[in-house]
């Protein structure tokens, strides 16, 4: 028993010199890549829409594999569901394999005709969502306060009038 328990002491030991020895990973230890590595990426890549929602990537690769060699083959999915979206994108070697994909366009593929097109990079700070200014929604904004468009509604100050005629 004493000795494993001086064995495991000094495996805590070792574990401690080397957690000191070594820093703490920083973000700049992770690859991420760099603005320019993605627009090269992008170049390569081409967008297929109308992809069968039980393709698999391996299938895809097998559909675009006479275009050139291919490095990746992504299929979006849902974030809460998990479920396909229907659309994919395939990142080629060669900037020249782009062409070729294009070429494919309208093919069919598990009985469906594909959508092929080269990928576009998104441009930092453009959202397809923004619409411009807020909108104001209910009363009291605007031209939306009264049912015309000249002075708000205002409550009658006035002496009320009888509800029936009275000439005098």
Known sequence: ???EAEKLKEMQNDVEKQMTL???PSAASYNFPTIEEKVEADSRSVFVGNVDYGATAEELEQHFHGAGSINRVTIL????TGHPKGFAYVEFAEAEAVETATA???T???GRQLQVSAKRTNKHGLSSTDRGRPRYRGRGRGRHYAPYYGRPRRAFRGRPRAPWYSPY
């Open 108 to 110: 069919l593929f598990r």
């Open 22 to 24: 070594s820093p703490p």
């Open 104 to 106: 494919l366009d309208g």
């Open 1 to 3: 028993m004493e000795a």
């Open 77 to 80: 999915c849902d974030r809460y």
